[in-house]
């Protein structure tokens, strides 16, 4: 495996990236627009093990063109070897895959790049910034982060996502996809300053679109002057 990706396959090799063949187990029509797939590991969680938010790169084909795409990890299961993904489905390679696939089907994936920090001190309060492509790394975030409050403003989506989210300690806040972004961005500089007024020890998590991403992100650090080591950011797609 690992032949024929074209530049980005052989930056991971030199980067010592891994690869595995996962295939596909189980599918799951979770609402129209976001499908879930189980799948055997090919030996990967035994080789790396687990962390929160773990992720992987699937090589799709695109018009005879390799093409990769990080996904999360859903409920891995290092002893039997499995694990789920969960794709946000519009347009493109990756999601045309997802929706023809069926138990049997195999897809080559490498790893490299991927890894989980644990905040220190740990969070009195988390404040998390997403949308349907980072759903599981914010189901995985809110899991390993344990009995800490949380606020998410989550953009654009289905009213009936698998959201992991809490009512007791977990505060959804729900925002429309506008403007490429814009509106989230400034839904969340109206929000945040006022809820970090108290908070000992805040943790910003974000991972939108790239541009959003890079923006709140700037935003953070240099306005709100919360240290780097209490932000983590990841551009989780491109808007086109």
Not at 69 to 91: I, K, M, N, Q, S
Not at 122 to 132: E, M, Q, R, T
Not at 200 to 224: F, G, N, Q
Request: hydrophobic content about 40%; overall charge negative; aromatic content about 10%.
């Amino acid at each position: 495996m690992g032949q024929g990706r074209g530049w980005e396959g052989a930056v991971l090799r030199l980067m010592r990236g891994k690869d595995f063949e996962f295939t596909v187990t189980d599918v799951e029509d979770v609402t129209p627009d976001y499908r879930r797939l189980r799948f055997t590991d090919g030996g990967l969680l035994a080789a790396t093990g687990v962390h929160p938010t773990m992720w992987v790169r699937l090589w799709f084909d695109n018009a005879g063109k390799p093409h990769q795409r990080a996904y999360t990890l859903v409920d891995p299961d290092a002893e039997a070897g499995t694990f789920g993904l969960e794709f946000a489905l519009h347009e493109g390679c990756a999601s045309d895959w997802a929706r023809a696939a069926k138990p049997g089907d195999a897809i080559e994936a490498t790893v490299q790049g991927t890894g989980f920090e644990h905040p220190s001190p740990a969070p009195s309060h988390v404040f998390a910034v997403g949308d349907p492509a980072s759903l599981p790394a914010i189901n995985s975030l809110l899991d390993a982060l344990g009995s800490a409050p949380a606020t998410v403003w989550f953009e654009g989506g289905d009213d009936d996502l698998p959201f992991r989210t809490d009512p007791a300690r977990h505060e959804l806040r729900k925002v429309p996809r506008r403007d490429s972004g814009a509106h989230l961005v400034d839904r969340v500089k109206s929000d945040l300053p006022g809820l970090l007024q108290g908070t000992a020890d805040p943790y910003v998590w974000i991972a939108c679109d790239t541009v959003t991403t890079r923006t709140l992100a700037s935003y953070v650090r240099k306005e709100l002057v919360l240290p780097k080591q209490r932000v983590h950011a990841l551009g989780y797609w491109r808007a086109t």
